[in-house]
């Protein structure tokens, strides 16, 4: 079993940067394969960003591509998304999720297994 703890959330002005956390337990986090997902009020949750299981491959949404980036620290055992130039629009809770098939990526919701609690982004004009 995987437990994801996502932290690193807040209030910040467009244009602002932040780095959400994701810190893993009961496995290491190279035998998964971690993405991003945000969810607005309102909205459906929608895929923000994936990577591959050596982080060669990094995979966006439009939305976010160029802005954020994706990575994680295996001593650490923990996943970021870095969040720069952030537009009100970013505004959501982020959830940090993750699935077994370590061979392959997905941007679809229903292929992840574990997922952690979320934590709020606010973003203000």
């Known amino acids: 079993q995987v437990q994801l703890v996502e932290s690193g959330g807040g209030l910040v002005q467009a244009g602002d940067s932040l780095r959400l956390s994701c810190a893993t337990s009961?496995?290491?986090?190279?035998?998964?394969?971690m993405g991003w997902f945000r969810q607005a009020p309102g909205k459906e949750r929608e895929f923000v960003a994936t990577?591959?299981?050596?982080?060669?491959?990094?995979y966006y949404s439009d939305s976010v591509k160029d802005r954020f980036t994706i990575s994680r620290d295996i001593a650490k055992n923990t996943g970021y998304l870095q969040m720069n130039s952030l537009k009100p629009e970013d505004t959501a809770i982020y959830y940090c999720?993750?699935?077994?098939?370590?061979?392959?990526?997905?941007?679809?919701?229903?292929?992840?297994?574990?997922w952690g609690q979320g934590t709020q982004v606010t973003v203000s004009s």
């Open positions: 990577a591959t299981r050596n982080g060669g491959s990094t």
């Open positions: 999720a993750a699935h077994d098939q370590i061979f392959r990526v997905y941007r679809d919701s229903k292929s992840y297994t574990y």
């Open positions: 009961g496995r290491t986090i190279s035998s998964v394969i």
